[in-house]
């Protein structure tokens, strides 16, 4: 019973981790390439305990998101509600990808991600496509082998299953 409560609070914590990272304020430059911490960590945990991490999680943890970014409610529930799907029905497949493999699925979701926040967007609100729009793209993908590694790292040590 504690492994389970210690695996459930590992996922949470890491989740608000992730939440943290991705409202805390940084200068302009920097902040074009904010990598999509929530997603990545959703992505993880979806391929690595998908008993655990699903969809409706990637629901509510986007949802959170929304409000926490003050865009319009279930957008990027929608975006991680679709990416956790795509994990979750690939998982098998994407746990044997090497980590470098893994980087450039995690990069293309991510850039699904973005083009249904941005659509979902456009169909509220009359917005144009800034310049760097995708530049998190780039830099999610490059991020995801040492994310990938903390986090396995984390799942090993406290027995996570």
């Avoid at 609070?9 to 920097?30: D, E, R, V």
Wanted: net charge positive; charged share 10%.
């Amino acid at each position: 019973m504690i492994e389970k409560i210690n695996g459930r609070s590992a996922i949470i914590a890491s989740l608000f981790i992730a939440l943290i990272l991705a409202i805390i304020p940084l200068p302009l430059i920097a902040d074009a390439f904010r990598p999509d911490w929530v997603l990545v960590c959703v992505f993880y945990w979806t391929i690595a305990l998908p008993h655990r991490s699903n969809v409706g999680i990637a629901f509510v943890v986007g949802f959170v998101l929304d409000l926490l970014l003050g865009s319009t409610l279930g957008v990027r529930a929608l975006a991680m509600s679709i990416v956790a799907y795509i994990a979750a029905t690939n998982f098998t497949r994407l746990r044997n990808f090497s980590v470098w493999q893994q980087a450039l699925v995690v990069g293309g979701l991510t850039g699904l991600a973005k083009i249904v926040v941005f659509w979902a967007e456009y169909l509220v609100q009359d917005i144009q496509l800034p310049s760097g729009y995708f530049y998190p793209v780039i830099t999610t993908t490059v991020a995801w082998p040492w994310i990938f590694l903390l986090l396995r790292k984390l799942r090993r040590q406290w027995k996570i299953s």
